[in-house]
């Protein structure tokens, strides 16, 4: 069925590593894709969106490109920092649709200093 | 604060009981969705709503769950004869939609959600 497999957490970096976290989906013709973050404590915000195939969505530094060919849209920063430790979730929406958001489970990331 | 309200934040109740979560969207939107996030798990769609209209409750469970968003007032997530397995953090987000009536663009914004435990 319509799924979203993300890597599984919890994710430990030192504070300036590259971070990558993996994301596929499952899903009939062209999604729109998501990634939210939710930072302790706190609900989840959208991070970035790509609504169509090569698409690259990019805030604070994060990362991703819609890969149709592989339905893959994995989030990536070069550099991360204490700050972005949170829970970071993996979404899609189907294309016409309400607005129903698929999630997935969520890959915790902790960064030490 | 102009955010997605959510009430309580938390909530204790006995088995038996009834439980209601409170959702004020966003300023100016009017599309609420309400999602299930069990411990471990990702976040399950539960109900999309208009103000007095339910869009989808696919993901709704069809016993003791219900959600309304009246015309007047917050969106209502009503549980009743709650279990121990209801224990969760329940999460509100709200959309614009468009002002045509069609798909909106996807962006959702959340609450802070409300966590239910059930002794």
């Known amino acids: 069925g319509d799924s979203v497999t993300q890597m599984e957490g919890p994710v430990t970096l030192s504070e300036e590593a590259f971070l990558t976290i993996n994301c596929t989906y499952t899903?009939?013709?062209?999604?729109?894709l998501f990634w939210y973050v939710q930072y302790p404590g706190e609900g989840l915000q959208l991070l970035l969106k790509?609504?169509?195939?090569?698409d690259k969505g990019s805030n604070k530094g994060f990362e991703a490109t819609y890969r149709k060919e592989t339905t893959s849209f994995h989030l990536e920063k070069g550099s991360v920092q204490v700050s972005d430790s949170a829970v970071y979730f993996c979404?899609?929406?189907?294309?016409?649709?309400?607005?129903?958001?698929?999630f997935g489970k969520g890959t915790k990331l902790s960064v030490k200093p | 604060n102009a955010g997605v309200m959510q009430n309580p934040r938390h909530l204790v109740r006995r088995r038996g009981q009834e439980a209601r979560l409170r959702c004020s969207p966003m300023?100016?939107?009017?599309?609420v969705y309400w999602y299930r996030q069990l411990p471990e798990e990702g976040l399950k769609f539960m109900v999309y709503?208009?103000?007095?209209?339910?869009?989808?409750e696919s993901g709704m469970p069809k016993e003791r769950f219900s959600a309304e968003f009246p015309k007047e007032g917050p969106s209502i997530l009503r549980i009743q004869q709650v279990v121990r397995g209801d224990s969760a953090a329940y999460f509100c987000?709200?959309?614009?939609?468009?002002?045509?009536?069609?798909?909106?663009?996807?962006?959702?914004?959340f609450g802070e959600g409300s966590r239910l435990t059930v002794l």
């Open positions: 979404a899609w929406k189907a294309s016409g649709s309400q607005g129903n958001l698929i």
């Open positions: 300023k100016g939107h009017s599309h």
């Open positions: 709503l208009q103000k007095e209209n339910i869009i989808d």
């Open positions: 899903a009939t013709g062209y999604p729109s």
């Open positions: 987000a709200s959309s614009r939609g468009s002002s045509s009536g069609r798909t909106n663009t996807g962006e959702l914004f």
């Open positions: 790509a609504t169509k195939a090569d």
